[in-house]
Each structure stands twice: as C-alpha cells, then as structure tokens.
C-alpha cells in the first residue's frame, strides 16, 4: 500500500525518461492520452486520472457549458421544478390509470420522479441533488408507512 502510493506520487517524465534510459522492456508511454502535454510537475497519479477519465457525452457537455452561466440559486431551482414536473407527471398517471390513494401515488410519483432525474443530465453537474431526490422520496414514503401503521395500530386499541 504504501509502495503504490509513492509510485502515485513519483514524477511521470522523469520516471518514463529514465525507464527508455535503461531501455526497459516496459515504459509508461501506455499511459499518456493523446492530445494531453505532461509537464515535469504532474505525477503518475495524475497521469493515470487524465488516462482513465470516461468522457462526458454531449448533452452533458452541452448541459455543464450553460450551468457554468447561470447562477446557483437559479440551477437550484431549476433542478427542483424539474424534479416536481416528473414527480406531477407521474402523480397524474398513477390517479388516472389506477386506483391508488393520493399519498399512495404520491410516494410512488416521488420515488419515480427521482428514478428518472437520476438517470438525466441536469443543469447541477453533481450526485448530490440527485441522491437528495431519491433520500427525499424514501423518507416520504418512510413517514407515510410509520403514520399508516400508527393509525392502524391506535384503531386496534380504541375499538377494544
């Protein structure tokens, strides 16, 4: 463990420039992406963060240049009307095909809602909004069944 993170922090070019040195059956040339200029100060380390990075796709390309021009209160909201708009989507099919309580369709609109936010890209470029979503709809949905099950267990000692 500690070997490895030494190599981490060992200085690519030199290391790479002394391995062709000694014209060593293996170099670190594997690693270099192309297209990237490694200068004397980054590590192996860094190197292999550049090279094992999976690139974004365009829409969070697209997605990530507009978030960086909009302030942060705004994207905020923005993600939160998102959310609601998937949540209120849900929440309509749920009451108009099925037979579902409003609560019950609710906790299921949120959790729903949350499944697909998570899985698009959005104008918060971070895990965090998504993971509070879904946090969000699991509490929802923890509150109801604790209050269901507390109206039940009140309705088993009063009819006694």
């Known amino acids: 463990m500690f070997a490895s993170k030494k190599i981490l922090f060992m ?5 790479n420039d002394s ?8 170099t670190l040339d594997f690693l270099i992406p192309s297209g990237t200029h490694i ?3 980054m590590t192996i380390g860094d190197v292999i963060k550049i090279r094992f990075e999976r690139p974004k796709s365009k829409a ?5 240049k507009i ?6 209160k705004y994207r905020v909201l923005g993600t939160t009307v998102l959310y609601l708009f998937w949540t209120l989507l849900f929440l309509v099919f749920f009451r108009i095909f099925t037979w579902m309580r409003y609560v019950v369709a609710l906790s299921i609109s949120f ?17 965090i909004d998504d993971v509070a979503f879904l946090v969000w709809a699991i509490v929802f949905w923890g509150i109801f069944w604790w209050s269901s099950r507390r109206k039940k267990m009140r309705g088993i000692y009063t009819e006694k």
């Not at 200085?11 to 290391?15: E, G, V």
């Not at 391995?19 to 293996?26: D, G, S």
């Not at 949350?114 to 890209?121: G, K, R």
């Open 11 to 15: 200085s690519f070019r030199a290391t």
């Open 19 to 26: 391995l062709h040195k000694k014209e060593a059956p293996i």
């Open 39 to 41: 200068d004397e100060k």
């Open 60 to 64: 969070n390309q697209f997605f990530q």
């Open 67 to 72: 978030s960086e021009i909009i302030p942060f």
């Open 111 to 127: 959790f729903a809602g949350a499944l697909v936010y998570f899985f698009m890209p959005d104008l918060v470029m971070s895990v």
